[in-house]
């Protein structure tokens, strides 16, 4: 099986190249972040065409997951189990949603895709939201541990100076204070294993500003957390960095590239 991950930063607008994506790299499952859409705004007609079932969770023109899955979609749950809300009412944002693709114990995968909070600054009440989020998963992810399961999608941490171009420049800026790089640590502690850096540890993230991607100025931030049996099974990842490039593919990239993971039968 292979899965995917990739913050398309509005699939409205980039649906030709996740189209496209899923067609080159023969994709089983795609995990989506920043779907920016409503449920009913999807652009689903050519994913269905090519044999792929769409789940997804959006409330408005901000945040948004979908898992996009050629090999089945059941219990598909959105959010977790605590996982808080945010806004004034509290609300739940559209930043979670999980489904079993195939047939757990034969070869099939529970995959979440997940948006987590940016955080903001440091100092700002988003931030506290940020890491009760992250505490709130860690807890959750617990009951995933026994299966072939995946958290993945764009965690909005740095865990380490080697994943951000110029560690200095975010000194006092979020994605790599200590309380979020322990609370990502913390989740890993609790039975998870990152299994993308091992097999290419570049950078999955570049800011439009000041041609970012074209001087490789990035931060490593979209992750693929496995359970123990699904991280037996990883045979390989890598990043698609051309999806991020303005000069190999037509028309405008998404800030973030894809992350492919092959997984054994």
């Given at each position: 099986?292979r ?5 398309v ?15 080159r ?24 065409a090519?044999?792929y079932?769409v789940?997804?969770?959006?409330h ?8 996009i899955?050629r090999?089945?979609?059941?219990q ?6 605590g996982m808080?809300?945010w ?5 739940d ?5 999980s489904?079993?693709?195939g047939?757990?114990?034969r ?13 903001r600054k ?8 940020k890491?009760d ?21 764009d ?5 380490t100076?080697d ?16 309380q979020e790089?322990?609370a ?6 609790s039975?998870?294993?990152?299994v ?5 540890p570049?950078?999955t993230?570049?800011d ?7 001087r490789?100025?990035?931060l ?5 957390l ?9 045979t390989?990842?890598?990043i698609d ?8 593919f ?5 800030d973030h590239?894809?992350?492919v ?5």
């Amino acid at each position: 099986m292979r899965i995917a991950t990739w913050n398309v930063n509005s699939i409205r607008s980039r649906i030709d190249r996740v189209e496209a994506f899923l067609d080159r790299h023969d994709v089983d499952v795609l995990a989506v972040q920043e779907t920016k859409a409503k449920v009913d705004q999807l652009p689903t007609m050519g994913l269905e065409a090519r044999g792929y079932d769409v789940a997804a969770v959006g409330h408005s023109q901000w945040n948004g997951v979908a898992l996009i899955s050629r090999v089945g979609l059941e219990q598909v749950s959105v959010g977790f189990d605590g996982m808080p809300g945010w806004g004034d009412p509290t609300t739940d944002e559209a930043r979670a949603i999980s489904a079993v693709c195939g047939t757990l114990g034969r070869g099939g995968v529970r995959i979440s895709s997940l948006y987590i909070p940016n955080g903001r600054k440091p100092d700002d009440p988003h931030y506290v939201y940020k890491l009760d989020w992250l505490a709130r998963l860690r807890e959750a992810g617990r009951a995933w541990l026994g299966e072939d399961a995946a958290l993945v999608g764009d965690w909005n941490i740095c865990p380490t100076d080697d994943d951000v171009f110029d560690v200095t420049q975010f000194r006092n800026s979020t994605h790599v204070t200590p309380q979020e790089r322990a609370a990502f640590q913390a989740i890993l502690d609790s039975g998870w294993t990152e299994v993308t850096r091992a097999h290419d540890p570049g950078y999955t993230y570049w800011d439009y500003y000041r041609q970012r991607f074209e001087r490789d100025r990035g931060l490593k931030i979209d992750f693929v957390l496995g359970s123990p049996s699904l991280a037996a099974r990883v045979t390989g990842a890598f990043i698609d960095r051309d999806e991020r490039s303005p000069s190999v593919f037509p028309g405008a990239p998404s800030d973030h590239a894809p992350v492919v993971v092959d997984l054994a039968d």
